[in-house]
């Protein structure tokens, strides 16, 4: 239990940053989402029940200040993410930086795109937001492959600070 807390502490602290972000980015309409950081980590190196646990945590983390129609959409993403990347994670180099950042980009990816087709058909205009999505896409892609290096050092170390073998498996 304390490991998916720690993990799902440094995902407020992830929630946190990117929310002051797009804050910040709302005057050149622009929107970033980083959901494959919410889940790339803790599939790559925990085991499923406190790594899905903090998975989902920040699932319903975003789904409270999200104008979804459904509650629970974020989560429910994130845990299938979450148990996808797990169940292939024997096939990746789990110990390299890069290879959890490529991780990470397609969790992104996959995930935007989910959402964006389950959330569309709610616009009055479904046809022309996909430009401004596709904009979007590409710069939450950029900033994940900056923030993906930094945001897997902080969720080790959170994990040494608070004395949870960051890497045991059983």
């Not at 945590?57 to 990347?85: Q, Y």
């Not at 902080?154 to 498996?169: P, T």
Request: charged share 10%.
């Amino acid at each position: 239990m304390r490991r998916a807390l720690v993990i799902a502490g440094a995902l407020l602290l992830l929630w946190t940053v990117v929310a002051q972000a797009n804050h910040s980015l709302t005057g050149v309409h622009l929107y970033l989402f980083v959901g494959g950081l919410y889940v790339a980590f803790a599939a790559l190196t925990q085991p499923l029940g406190p790594g899905l646990g903090a998975s989902i945590m920040g699932g319903l983390l975003c789904d409270a200040t999200s104008p979804a129609s459904l509650f629970g959409t974020h989560a429910l993403l994130f845990a299938a993410a979450h148990i996808s990347v797990f169940h292939i994670r024997d096939r990746i180099p789990r110990d390299d930086t890069a290879s959890r950042v490529v991780v990470a980009l397609l969790a992104n990816l996959g995930l935007f795109l989910v959402f964006s087709f389950s959330q569309v058909h709610l616009s009055p205009a479904p046809a022309e937001i996909w430009p401004r999505l596709l904009v979007d896409l590409l710069v939450s892609q950029v900033a994940l492959t900056l923030l993906a290096p930094w945001f897997f050092a902080l969720q080790a170390r959170a994990l040494v600070l608070c004395r949870v073998d960051r890497e045991s498996l059983a």
